[in-house]
């Protein structure tokens, strides 16, 4: 999570998952659940190595490789 001054501008799921197929359905629908709830709608899944956009229960979620992430592509 990465929090401003009082509001939560991003949050982020960490997962070894090189693949849509090997991420856990329950990782992604926790990450929307906290969104829900934190009122977040930047969501992020940093993979092993999968790179994707997806719609998610109305919220856009980004799944991107840790180097992508780290420089911020």
Avoid: H
Avoid at 4 to 32: A, H, M, Y
Avoid at 45 to 57: G, L
């Amino acid at each position: 999570m990465i929090k401003g001054s009082s509001k939560i501008l991003e949050l982020i799921q960490v997962t070894f998952g090189s693949s849509r197929q090997d991420i856990r359905n329950t990782e992604i629908s926790n990450l929307i659940t906290a969104s829900k709830s934190l009122k977040c709608e930047n969501l992020t899944v940093v993979t092993w190595d999968y790179k994707a956009e997806e719609e998610i229960d109305d919220k856009k979620t980004k799944f991107v490789p840790p180097w992508r992430w780290l420089l911020n592509l």
